[in-house]
């Protein structure tokens, strides 16, 4: 089999990695030349993209940065319970992670610590079909009212929804609205709604 199709052949989604190629015992020269000849386009350090398929954004931001979880109003878009496309993509790392080339992104970057970075984590589709991790709607209803929070629109927007969700989890919510602070702000959006 030519280099060409060996390192097309580790392709997933539209996207290789350069870790992947190394792993199949590739030489990473072998995805300089499919640079060149325009079959791949480099979207970050150590990930690429054929060059025919559209850049599904969220997909590569998670595969760049791995330890990042969609959340907060990116999450909700990407659960439904939004219909504004966001500007800017926010993301939650664990506290003290840090990577020089989040200045360069387009994303929100939210920190916590290690009792709360595991809670919620669930997997959805982007609107290409590829899968990312976010955190699950109970949890990022708690996240949009911690801190400054989003936008009033987008809050009110999404707990009127979620009021009316046959499969609306309220004893999680209430679990997780304890666990990360809120549960005074969330009462008073259910009783409002409920």
């Known amino acids: 089999m030519e280099i060409k199709e060996q390192v097309l052949a580790l392709e997933r989604n539209g996207i290789i990695l350069s870790s992947d190629v190394t792993k199949a015992g590739i030489h990473r020269s072998a995805i300089s030349a499919l640079v060149s000849d325009g079959t791949l386009v480099r979207c ?5 993209m054929l060059a025919d398929e559209y850049e599904d954004e ?4 998670q595969k760049k940065y ?7 109003s990116t999450a909700l878009y ?5 219909d504004r496309v966001p500007l800017t ?16 992104e387009n994303i929100e970057i939210t920190r916590v610590g290690k009792a709360n970075y595991d809670v919620g984590i669930t997997h959805v589709k982007t609107p290409f079909g590829n899968e990312v991790a976010v955190y699950n709607l109970e949890r990022s209803l708690c ?3 911690r801190g400054q929070g989003d936008d ?6 999404s707990f009127k929804q979620y009021a009316v969700n046959k499969d609306k989890d309220l004893n999680r919510l209430m679990s997780y609205a304890k666990q990360l602070r ?3 702000k969330v009462r008073t959006y259910l009783e409002v709604l409920l």
């Open 66 to 72: 791995n330890r990042g979880i969609f959340s907060h």
């Open 78 to 82: 990407l659960l439904g319970y939004s």
């Open 58 to 61: 969220y997909y590569l931001l």
């Open 182 to 184: 809120v549960e005074p």
């Open 44 to 48: 970050s350090r150590g990930v690429y």
């Open 143 to 145: 996240d949009i009212l």
């Open 89 to 104: 993509f926010h993301m939650t790392f664990p506290a003290g992670y840090n990577n020089p080339s989040f200045k360069t």
């Open 152 to 157: 009033i629109q987008t809050i009110q927007s």
